[in-house]
Nanobody
Framework: QAQLVESGGGSVQAGGSLRLSCAVSAFDYSSLRCMAWFRRAPGKDREGVARISVYDFATYEDSVKDRFSISKDSAKNTLYLQMNSLKPEDTATYFC????????????????????WGQGTQVTVSS
C-alpha cells in the first residue's frame, strides 16, 4: 500500500516556474520502481507528463521536454516536477503516480495503469 500527496500547485503567469512535490508514504518505498506525473486539462483526457524509474531513467512527453524536469529524493520519499517556461496550455490538474512495475518507465511506454495515485494539485498559467 502507498499514499501519495501532491503539493506546490498554484497560479503563475506565462514564462514562470513552479515545482510540484509528491510525498509518498509506503510500506516499502524502494519497491516502487516507476513513478510519474500525469495531468488532466479541462475538457481533455489525462496525459502522461514525465516518468522516472528507480534507476533515475526519465522520459518526457514531447510538449514538456526541455521545460520540465522530473526527479526524486529517496531519502525524503518525495517525487518532484520542476516546471519552467510555463505556458497557458500547461494549465491542468497534475497527479503523481507510482507502481511496482519497472516496465511502466520503459522508453515510449504510455500506459496509465499505475497502482497508486495522488489526489492532484491545480496548476493555472495565465497569459
Amino acid at each position: 500500500q502507498a499514499q501519495l500527496v501532491e503539493s506546490g500547485g498554484g497560479s503563475v503567469q506565462a514564462g514562470g516556474s513552479l515545482r510540484l512535490s509528491c510525498a509518498v508514504s509506503a510500506f516499502d518505498y524502494s519497491s516502487l520502481r516507476c513513478m510519474a506525473w500525469f495531468r488532466r486539462a479541462p475538457g481533455k483526457d489525462r496525459e502522461g507528463v514525465a516518468r522516472i524509474s528507480v534507476y533515475d531513467f526519465a522520459t518526457y512527453e514531447d510538449s514538456v521536454k526541455d521545460r520540465f524536469s522530473i526527479s526524486k529524493d529517496s531519502a525524503k520519499n518525495t517525487l518532484y516536477l520542476q516546471m519552467n517556461s510555463l505556458k497557458p496550455e500547461d494549465t491542468a490538474t497534475y497527479f503523481c503516480a507510482a507502481d511496482y512495475r519497472l516496465s511502466l518507465c520503459d522508453e515510449g511506454d504510455s500506459r496509465s495503469s499505475f497502482a497508486y495515485w495522488g489526489q492532484g494539485t491545480q496548476v493555472t498559467v495565465s497569459s
